[in-house]
């Protein structure tokens, strides 16, 4: 079994990457490369969410920041949609990189370097979720060694910087349509917060219409969620959802 740690390639990239995460670590750095907008599918409607008055405040104030000029984006090119499917959230698709997931009704896009797409509450800063790619020669997240082994490599080297305290509190897998992803649960401990976050991974798309393509790279998936800790217990069923909603699909 390859470990995660014996794979230069990844684990070099990881590396690279390990001031990209959204809240995890150096959060007051992010938000000075963040932009938001809002998109005009996600805008409430009278049987969105059980959680009217707080999403109205959180759509205010998200609108409030978009409207600054120098704050708005140029028209999104990425091969990506949303529509509203489970109550109180909403779903992306990216057909381009081969992925999908539900997000919590109220979270706001935003622009992040180094990460393919990010969605956060705009009151709550550390409720978030973010999808991570980076290429892979390996076909199975099973190659890179057990949930456990994985799990700790990236937060290590990429889910929590280095002067954080660490906590993994599990790791396990499942099969989704004959395809493995790890799902793990942890806390990143900072001086002055602790975040309870949740992880998806999986590898995939170095498949052409159901066949191994020997030419075509695959990706390295890592979905990441969570929450403040003092917020855990009211955000974790939906966090849970998020988690559990993510799958990739051949490209």
């Known amino acids: 079994m390859v470990s995660l740690h014996n794979s230069p390639s ?3 990239t ?8 959204v809240g995890l670590c150096r959060h007051g750095h992010h938000q000075r490369n963040i ?4 998109r005009s599918d996600q805008v409430p409607t009278a049987s969105t969410s059980p959680c009217q008055d707080t ?4 759509q205010v104030l998200a609108l409030g920041v978009t ?6 984006l140029p028209h999104q090119t990425s091969m990506s949609f949303a529509a509203e499917t489970k ?3 909403l779903s992306v698709t990216d057909k381009k990189d081969g992925y999908t997931f539900l997000y919590p009704f109220g979270w706001q896009e935003v622009v992040v370097e180094g990460e393919d797409k990010v969605f956060k509450d705009v009151i709550e800063p550390l409720e978030s979720v973010s999808v991570n790619l980076i290429p892979t020669s390996k076909q199975d997240i099973r190659d890179f060694g057990s949930p456990q082994e994985v799990a700790q490599t990236l937060i290590r080297k990429v889910l929590a910087s280095p002067s954080q305290k660490t906590k993994l ?3 396990s897998e499942h099969d989704v349509n004959g395809k493995a992803y790890y799902v793990i649960e942890f806390i990143a401990q900072a001086p002055n917060y602790s975040r309870h976050a949740l992880s998806a991974i999986c590898v995939g798309n170095g498949h052409l219409h159901g066949c191994i393509n020997a030419d075509k790279q695959g990706k390295f998936y890592t979905l990441t969620t969570g929450a403040n800790e003092r917020r855990w217990e009211k955000m974790k069923d939906r966090l849970k959802t998020v988690v559990d909603s993510f799958q990739i699909f051949n490209v």
């Open 67 to 72: 409207i600054s000029p120098g704050l708005l």
């Open 10 to 12: 990844i684990h070099q």
């Open 87 to 89: 109550q109180g959230f």
């Open 35 to 38: 932009v938001f907008f809002v």
């Open 14 to 21: 990881l590396l690279r990457n390990v001031s990209t995460k």
């Open 169 to 171: 509190i599990q790791a």
């Open 55 to 58: 999403l109205g405040r959180r």
